[in-house]
C-alpha cells in the first residue's frame, strides 16, 4: 500500500501480511507513517496505490464502518472514546454489529430487536469484567471522567465488542504504568490465546520484544525490516534507524 | 417496567399529551389558542430539526422543507383538487422526496461545508419560490386564500376544521404522532447511535456504524415532518410567503432547539415553550426581541452549551457526591 | 455581441466584485486561523458602512480619514467580539456557527434600533466619469477599485512579510506545530479576527458612498463572500481573490443573458457544483 499526502509520501510501497492467531507488532521512530498504516488498513483513509486484502477479499476502498463488520477493528493513539456516554453505553454502541440496524427495528421494538439489545448489553457487562473495569460499580460513570488507564481499557473493550478477528491497536501501552503495563501485556496475550488475531503499533521496546511474534519495522513509510523479535534486534538497519533518528535529534 | 429510561419517555410523553390535549379544556380563549397552535407547530419543527442536530448536522434548509410542504399540499389541494387530508400526507412526502437527493449530497462533505451547503440549498429554494413558476408558487406576492382543510369523515361523525380550536386539536395530533416517533427513537438504538455519531462520527464508524446512513435517515425523517408542519402552516396561515421560509425563521428554530438543548428529544420542548411565551410578551417589540434572542443564544452556547434541559442534571451533581448508580441502558425493553 | 458591450458589463461589476472580494478575505483569514465561520460577518460591514456614515455626513471629515476610521473602529469591534465570545470556540465549529447567528440578531437589531430602518445616504466622495475608447467609468467606482486592490496589496504584503503575518500562517497551517515554536495562539487568534472584520469594514466603508446604508445592508455581501470563498476554497486568500473575480465575471455575464433573478440562484449553483465536484474549491487546505 503506497499514501501521499501532496507530495509527501507517508507510506511507501508496504507490503506487510498479519498472520491469524498471531501477535504482530508494528515499530518505527517517530513520523515513521505507523499510524498512517492504521488509518489506511481500518479505512479511515484511501491509498494512493496498492491494495489490502483481509481473509482473500479485498477491503481496501471499503467504508470503514463496512471493514469493521468484515472483522477489522482498531483503538486510536489519542483515546477516543464518546465522552459524554458512560462506560456502558461506550460498550453498548460498540457492540452495533450484534444489535439490530437501522430505523425500523428502533422504530418498532420486535422481539428480535429486543433479543439482540439484551446480547449486545451481555456482551458488554462481560467485557467490563474481563478489562478489568470494575464491573457494574463502573458501567454508569461518565467515560470522561475515568482515569487514564481505564479508558485505554474501554477503547480496548470497545475494540473487542465489535466482534473483529484482526484487532489494531495503536499504543495500547502509551502512559501507562509499568504495574499497567504488564497487565496490559498479559491480557493482550490471552486474548490472543482465544484466537485474535493483534497487530499492534508500540514505542516500548521490551514489550513489544517481548510480546510480538512477528515484527514488521517502518522507518519514513518503507518497510525496513520484518522478522521475529531476535532477528529485529540484530538487523543493522533497524539499529541505523534507531541510532539515525538519536543521532539527528542529539 | 424497570428500564428508568422507558418510565422517563412515558413520563415526558404523557406529559406532553395531557398538556396539548388538555389546553381547551382550560381555555378558549382565541389568543391563547393561537399561541399554543404555533407553539405546536414549532415543536413538530424543532423536534425534527433536533433529530438532524442529533446526529451532529445543522441543517440550515429544514426550514425549506417545511415550504416544500407547504407548496406542495397547496398546489395538489388548489390546483389538484386533492382532499386536505391526502395532501397532507403527499406533502410529508414531497419533502421527504427532495430530501434524499439533497441529503445524500449534501451529508458527503463535512462539518463547516455541510452548514453552507444547506444554507445555498435554502437560499436557492427560497429564491424559486421568490422569483420563479410565478404561475405556481405566486412570486413575491405570495399565494393567497388557501383553503382550510375539508371536512373529515371518521365513522359517523363529521369534523369540520374552521375554527381555532378545531385546527389546534388537529396540531395536537400531528405533533403527538410525531413526538411519539421521535421519542420512541430517542430511546432506542437509533438514538444511541445518533448521540454517538454526534459525538465522535469517526470512531462510531470505526466500530461499525454506517454514519452517512444514519444522518442520512435523520435527515429525510426530519424532513418529512417539516414537510408535514409545512403543510399544516398553509391551510391554517391560508397565506404562503417566500419570506415564511428564510433566514429569519430558520434562525429562529435554531434559536428554540439549542436553547432549550440538544442532547435529547425534550430539551426543543422546553426551548420552544419558553421562548414562544417569551416572544408573545415581546411582540410589540420586535427589534428588542431579536436582540434578546440574539444575545440569549450566544450567551447559552457560551455558559450551557447543552442547553436548559441540562440545568436540572447541572445542580444537581453540584448538590450531591457522585455516586455510581445502575446505568440505564438505551433500549426499551431490555431487562437488567 | 459587441466586444465593449461585454468588457462594458464586466466593469460594471467589477468594483463590486472587489469589495464582495474583500469581505471574502476577512472571512476566509478568520476561517484559517481560528476554524469559525463567521455568520456574522456581513454585520461588521455594515458597522463600516455606519462609520463611514457618521464621519462624513454627521462631522464632515474628508474621505481618506473616514475610511481609516472605518477600518480601525471595525477592527476594534473584532477584537472586542474575539475577545468575548470566539476565543471559548476555537476550533469548535457548530458551536461557534451558532453563535454567529445570534451575533448576527445582536448586531443587526442593535443597529435597527439604534440608527433606525431606513436607508441613510453618505455624501458623494467624487464625482465624474473617466472614458476610455467606448468604455465609461465613474470616477467614483475607480476610487474603489484602487483602493481594494490596494487594500488586497497590503495584505498580501503584511502575511507575506511581516512577522506578525508569517506568525498568523503558521498558525492557519498548523496551530499546535506553531504553538511548539513558540507563537501565541492567543494574540494572533485575536489580531486575525480583527483584520478580517477590518477588512468588511473597510468594504463597507468603500461602498457607502456608492450605495446608502442600512442596518441589513451586510445581508447580501456576506452571501456572496461565502459563495466565493467555498469556489476559491476555505481557508486559502488567493483562492478568495480567484473566487471573487470568477463570481463577478459568472454574475456579470449571466446579468446580461439572464437577468438579475436568475443571477442569485446562479452563484448558490456554482457554491453546490464546487461543493460537490472538489470540496475544497479551487485551492483549498
Known amino acids: 500500500m503506497t499514501r501521499r499526502f501532496g507530495g509527501l509520501v507517508a507510506v511507501a510501497d508496504l507490503s506487510m501480511a498479519v498472520t491469524p492467531g498471531r501477535i504482530h507488532g508494528l515499530i518505527g521512530p517517530n513520523g515513521a507513517g505507523k499510524s498512517t498504516v492504521f488509518n489506511l488498513i481500518s479505512g479511515v483513509l484511501p491509498c494512493s496505490a496498492g491494495e489490502i486484502f483481509f481473509r482473500g477479499k479485498r477491503i481496501s476502498g471499503l467504508r470503514p464502518s463496512e471493514i469493521c463488520r468484515r472483522g477489522v477493528a482498531r483503538t486510536f493513539q489519542a483515546t477516543t472514546l464518546f465522552r459524554e456516554y458512560t462506560v456502558l453505553q461506550n460498550l453498548l454502541v460498540a457492540a452495533h454489529l450484534r444489535a439490530a440496524d437501522g430505523l425500523w427495528p428502533s422504530l418498532v421494538a420486535s422481539p428480535a430487536y429486543r433479543r439482540k439489545e439484551r446480547e449486545a448489553l451481555a456482551r458488554a457487562r462481560e467485557l467490563l469484567a474481563f478489562l478489568g473495569l470494575g464491573g457494574m460499580a463502573q458501567a454508569g460513570r461518565p467515560a470522561e471522567k475515568l482515569p487514564h488507564r481505564d479508558q ?56 513489544v520484544m517481548g510480546l510480538c511474534d512477528v515484527v514488521t519495522v517502518l522507518d519514513h513509510g518503507v518497510r525496513i525490516a520484518e522478522g521475529t523479535p531476535r532477528e529485529i534486534q540484530e538487523n543493522p538497519a533497524v539499529i541505523e534507524a534507531y541510532l539515525g533518528a538519536e543521532g539527528a535529534r542529539a | 417496567m424497570s428500564n428508568p429510561g422507558l418510565r422517563r419517555a412515558l413520563a415526558g410523553y404523557g406529559l406532553l399529551a395531557i398538556a396539548s390535549l388538555g389546553l381547551p379544556l382550560v381555555t378558549r380563549d382565541s389568543y391563547y389558542i393561537d399561541v399554543a397552535t404555533t407553539i405546536l407547530m414549532n415543536l413538530v419543527l424543532t423536534m425534527s430539526l433536533r433529530l438532524e442536530m442529533s446526529t451532529g448536522q445543522l441543517n440550515m434548509a429544514h426550514i425549506s422543507f417545511m415550504g416544500i410542504g407547504a407548496y406542495a399540499s397547496t398546489l395538489l389541494v388548489m390546483r389538484g383538487g386533492y382532499s386536505f387530508w391526502v395532501s397532507l400526507w403527499l406533502a410529508g412526502l414531497a419533502a421527504a422526496a427532495f430530501a434524499l437527493p439533497i441529503g445524500g449530497l449534501a451529508l458527503r462533505v463535512s462539518g463547516p461545508y455541510y452548514f453552507l451547503i444547506s444554507f445555498a440549498f435554502s437560499e436557492v429554494v427560497r429564491l424559486v419560490f421568490n422569483n420563479f413558476f410565478v404561475g405556481w408558487f405566486g412570486g413575491p406576492s405570495g399565494l393567497v386564500q388557501i383553503p382550510k382543510p375539508d371536512p373529515l369523515h371518521l365513522g359517523g361523525l363529521r369534523l369540520t376544521f374552521v375554527g381555532k380550536v378545531e385546527l389546534y386539536y388537529l396540531m395536537s395530533v400531528l405533533l403527538l404522532l410525531a413526538a411519539a416517533v421521535l421519542v420512541r427513537l430517542d430511546y432506542s438504538r437509533f438514538g444511541l447511535l445518533a448521540n454517538a455519531i454526534r459525538q465522535s462520527d469517526l470512531l462510531a464508524e470505526t466500530v461499525g456504524v454506517w454514519v452517512f446512513r444514519y444522518k442520512l435517515v435523520a435527515f429525510v425523517l426530519g424532513s418529512f415532518m417539516a414537510g408535514l408542519a409545512g403543510a399544516f402552516f398553509a391551510h391554517s396561515h391560508q397565506v404562503l410567503h417566500s419570506s415564511d421560509f428564510g433566514l429569519e425563521p430558520m434562525v429562529l428554530l435554531v434559536i428554540f432547539t439549542v436553547i432549550g438543548g440538544t442532547g435529547n428529544v425534550w430539551g426543543p420542548v422546553v426551548g420552544t415553550v419558553t421562548l414562544t411565551i417569551v416572544s408573545e410578551f415581546m411582540r410589540e417589540f420586535h427589534y428588542y426581541e431579536i436582540l434578546l434572542y440574539g444575545a440569549v443564544l450566544i450567551l447559552t452556547m457560551l455558559l450551557l452549551p447543552e442547553g436548559l434541559i441540562s440545568l436540572p442534571g447541572r445542580l444537581g451533581r453540584h448538590r450531591r457526591r457522585e455516586r455510581p448508580e445502575e446505568p440505564e441502558a438505551m433500549g426499551a425493553g431490555v431487562a437488567p | 455581441m459587441p466586444i465593449e458591450l461585454l468588457v462594458q458589463a464586466l466593469l460594471n461589476g467589477f468594483a463590486l466584485a472587489l469589495v464582495y472580494v474583500l469581505v471574502a478575505l476577512g472571512l476566509t483569514l478568520i476561517f484559517s486561523i481560528l476554524e469559525i465561520i463567521n455568520f456574522a460577518h456581513g454585520e461588521f460591514y455594515m458597522l463600516g458602512g455606519y462609520a463611514t456614515y457618521f464621519a462624513m455626513a454627521v462631522f464632515g471629515l474628508p474621505y481618506l480619514p473616514t475610511l481609516l476610521l472605518a477600518i480601525v473602529a471595525v477592527g476594534l469591534a473584532g477584537m472586542v467580539a474575539e475577545r468575548l465570545i470566539f476565543r471559548h470556540l476555537r476550533g469548535k465549529t457548530l458551536n461557534a456557527f451558532i453563535v454567529s447567528l445570534g451575533l448576527l440578531w445582536v448586531l443587526q437589531s442593535a443597529a435597527q434600533l439604534s440608527f433606525g430602518v431606513l436607508d441613510k ?165
Not at chain 1, 177 to 197: I, K, N, P, S
Not at chain 3, 247 to 261: M, N, P, R
Open chain 1, 152 to 207: 485505554k481499557a474501554l477503547g480496548i473493550a470497545m475494540v473487542l465488542a465489535t466482534g473483529s478477528e484482526l484487532v489494531l491497536l495503536d499504543e495500547p501501552l502509551a502512559g501507562l504504568t509499568a504495574q499497567e503495563r504488564a497487565e496490559m501485556l498479559r491480557a493482550l496475550r490471552r486474548l490472543c490465546d482465544r484466537g485474535l488475531t493483534i497487530l499492534l503499533v508500540e514505542h516500548d521496546m521490551k514489550a
Open chain 3, 121 to 285: 445616504s453618505v455624501p458623494r466622495a467624487f464625482s465624474g466619469i473617466l472614458r476610455a475608447g467606448g468604455i465609461i467609468i465613474s470616477v467614483e467606482r475607480f476610487v474603489v477599485i484602487l483602493a481594494a486592490i490596494g487594500l488586497i496589496a497590503v495584505l498580501y504584503a503584511f502575511l507575506r512579510w511581516s512577522r506578525v503575518g508569517q506568525a498568523m500562517r503558521a498558525v492557519a497551517q498548523d496551530a499546535d506545530g506553531a504553538a511548539l515554536q513558540g507563537v501565541n495562539i492567543e494574540v494572533i487568534s485575536m489580531l486575525g479576527f480583527a483584520i478580517g472584520c477590518a477588512l468588511a469594514g473597510a468594504a463597507g466603508g468603500l461602498l457607502a458612498p456608492v450605495f446608502a446604508v442600512s442596518p441589513a445592508m451586510g445581508a447580501l455581501p456576506v452571501v456572496k463572500a461565502f459563495i466565493i470563498i467555498i469556489v476559491g476554497g476555505m481557508g486559502s486568500l488567493p483562492g478568495a481573490v480567484l473566487g471573487g473575480l470568477l463570481l463577478g465575471t459568472v454574475e456579470g455575464i449571466g446579468a446580461l443573458f439572464f437577468g438579475s433573478a436568475a443571477v442569485n440562484v446562479l452563484g448558490f449553483l456554482m457554491v453546490i457544483a464546487v461543493l460537490l465536484v472538489r470540496p475544497r474549491g479551487l485551492f483549498g487546505v
